[in-house]
């Protein structure tokens, strides 16, 4: 299908088979769902060992009674887990409760009104953040809770559009953070290649002193290939640079084991966890060490936690396989969508034609397929051209991803006829 | 003991022999701990089955599978137990985390950065909050954290002294909120009075509109008593005043399962309750619903608790009538201390001879025996009369508490004789 160089009375005839199809969709009174990043119930069952692992034995391996009270920190194994997912220390990592969001919130929290090893943010007028997008919607309403103002960077193949971010940064000391997803980033599936690690790792250099990289490793281990692209080790990058202060770091178990009930894990250089336990202690006697402890017994290290990704990975592949596959069958000949073929992670981000990724949700919703609001990737909500669209296919059956694909890719050749028509008449 | 109507001399010896009791505790080098309200082992191992026990099936009463994200209320059922707790609806109870700590902490960074059903307290100046004293060390960390000045008001038999809460409140509207352990008071053990119940639930009427009671109700279903005084509900009587906004309740089930493990609930009119959950929900996907599950099938409803909670009452009896076996024999027919006999929570308080907590303490540690620090229980950890002392007997076996009880009496008493002859002489 290649609009630019089809005649009216072509587009009109493809405008009306599409719509006919579109019609038929609609007869089959679908309910299919394509929005969020969870995991299928045969993912969360892969963890279901996790209920009656410990067999009575309440005992972490230093011999703490995990069911008391006390341990900010987490048990020492799971922090080694923690340490082992982020390419950090022991004693660099704190082990939590179950949500890293939570734990990113409490770090800008803490940030904004403490000052976390350095001047709290609301001594400082117009603090601003530099949030690279497309991007991951939660992060960006943190940021609008607190009226700290977005500005939106370019995500390039590589990362973020780091000459933008560098000039931005040197430019403007207000600017007190950057939102990275560094490893099959949410939703554009890419990895920060070395350079952008090392360029990341040396804007402490010339930031804010209170400035700081959120490192949002949610997809560390998440591969859905056997030999996956190393991500760059942040902090050994900063420790080359001396900017060890400049990044605080976040992974999760919840896509590893049961979503909304695994282990999430903060990791910094040592004067930044000493501010943030400083306060983290205020708000807690410390985390669920027993589910900890439930989770160090069903993977009690990286190794058996690799194993268990390759499960995930397992279930995951023919999903994403599904949605690549209707795309690439529809639209690599021609221009009406770009994308990437993620090699982990949970998202394959999809670019149409500039101006229809709203109409395209639409047209979905209309037959029954609800995809994630256009526009959710970027901050404000606002797609400046509204064409990116975020697909997340782990939920749903194979059969069901395919079901949705068919409805997806004729929605998207659907608006993109129409807007010519509209062009062209 | 009666220290008045002795002489110097009669002082002198008591002294001599004190001090030889005090050297023989110190060379059986003890090490006993009284500080924290933890639960025992024993006390622990009554919720062991918790592990195991949802046997593959992990669906909530409404079909929900607990195991993947959202729910940011918690799961029903859960809320439900809540409610009981709480003496309230189940619409009106979000069950969250373990810790119901960290609950109090998001509802202050709530209410202070973002305003909570009212104004946001960062944007008026010299924020202060009445803080009932002796109280709970906690409750006054998280003020001081914020930079909220504390104004200690004095606890009575009955709960805080209303009569000077009440011109408090009336005579300054920078006054945001107070906190209340409303049963089995910490430390004190006291029960709030009915009128008292009454009375806080009238601030409302003249006290800011951005000003809420923090109304922790940790220990609501802690008896030791078969027959336990009720607490007045307190969200009765707000609605009766129409003051419903005005408080915010807290519960958790942290001595009630295991500690560290359990759940929280927070409790609130609909309107504050759709204010906490906006900035919850910016926060968190939602708490850990596997967790709740385990507890609802452990504890189904509010008879299963109670029965629970008896045999925790069952394990605590002896241990708390050890400190009160000690308190009684040595200082009922004299003035060295006062103290509370509580029919339920996890502290006696004692209050020695003005000016000699610390000293107290001072001299336990001497001789292996760790107690909270005086003035934890006030505000800024500073007590005007250096008199009040916690006392925690939960964790430590019953031998534990009287060998510590021992060691306690005689220090106050050395404390005593000590400062009646620096002042005969």
Redo the contacts between chains.
């Keep these: 299908m290649q609009l630019n160089s089809a005649s009216k009375e072509q587009l009109s005839q493809w405008q009306e088979e599409l719509k006919v199809k579109h019609q038929q969709f609609k007869n089959q009174n679908l309910k299919l769902d394509l929005t969020?990043g969870?995991?299928s119930?045969q993912q969360?069952t892969l963890?279901?060992g996790?209920?009656?692992?410990?067999?009575?034995n309440?005992k972490s391996a230093d011999d703490t009674?995990?069911?008391?009270?006390?341990?900010l920190e987490g048990i020492a194994e799971a922090r080694q887990l923690g340490a082992a997912i982020l390419g950090l220390e022991q004693d660099q990592v704190l082990a939590g409760?179950?949500?890293s969001?939570?734990m990113m919130?409490?770090s800008i929290?803490f940030a904004?009104?403490?000052g976390l090893n350095g001047t709290a943010w609301?001594d400082e007028s117009d603090i601003k953040f530099l949030c690279p997008a497309p991007g991951y919607d939660?992060h960006f309403?943190?940021c609008e809770?607190?009226g700290i103002e977005m500005i939106p960077v370019a995500m390039t193949e590589t990362g973020p559009d780091m000459d933008q971010v560098e000039s931005l940064i040197k430019a403007d000391q207000s600017i007190k953070g950057i939102w990275c997803v560094p490893k099959y980033s949410n939703p554009t599936g890419i990895i920060y290649s070395d350079d952008t690690v090392k360029r990341i790792a040396k804007l402490g250099l010339v930031a804010a002193k209170n400035f700081r990289v959120f490192w949002d490793n949610a997809y560390a281990v998440h591969d859905l290939v056997d030999h996956p692209k190393p991500l760059a080790n942040i902090m050994a990058a900063c420790i080359a640079e001396g900017t060890e202060d400049s990044v605080i770091q976040f992974a999760s178990t919840?896509k590893i084991t049961?979503?909304?009930?695994g282990i999430a894990f903060l990791g910094a250089s040592k004067s930044n966890l000493a501010a943030f336990k400083k306060?983290l202690g205020?708000?807690?006697?410390?985390?669920?060490?027993?589910?900890q402890l439930?989770h160090m017994r069903l993977l009690p290290d990286i190794n058996a936690l690799t194993a268990h990704m390759q499960q995930h990975a397992a279930l995951l592949k023919p999903r994403f396989d599904t949605v690549l596959k209707h795309l690439e069958a529809n639209f690599s000949d021609n221009d009406l969508g770009e994308w990437q073929s993620p090699e982990g992670g949970y998202f394959v981000s999809f670019d149409s034609l500039p101006g229809l990724a709203k109409e395209i949700v639409r047209l979905a919703d209309e037959v029954g397929v609800k995809l994630t609001p256009a526009g959710a990737t970027f901050p404000y909500g606002k797609d400046p051209q509204d064409r990116n669209i975020r697909l997340s296919p782990s939920f749903p059956s194979v059969e069901d991803v395919d079901a949705t694909m068919q409805v997806f890719v004729n929605c998207v050749k659907l608006a993109s006829v129409g807007q010519k028509l509209a062009i062209t008449s």
Tied chains: 1, 2.
């Excluded at 996790?50 to 009575?56: A, Q």
């Excluded at 009674?65 to 341990?71: A, C, E, L, S, W």
């Excluded at 049961?258 to 009930?261: D, E, F, N, R």
């Design positions: 969020r969870k995991p119930a969360l963890s279901d996790l209920d009656g692992i410990l067999k009575g309440y009674d995990t069911r008391n009270y006390g341990g409760g179950s949500s969001l939570t919130h409490q929290t904004y009104q403490f609301k939660r309403s943190i809770d607190f919840s049961h979503a909304g009930s306060h205020i708000s807690s006697i410390g985390p669920d060490k027993v589910n439930r």
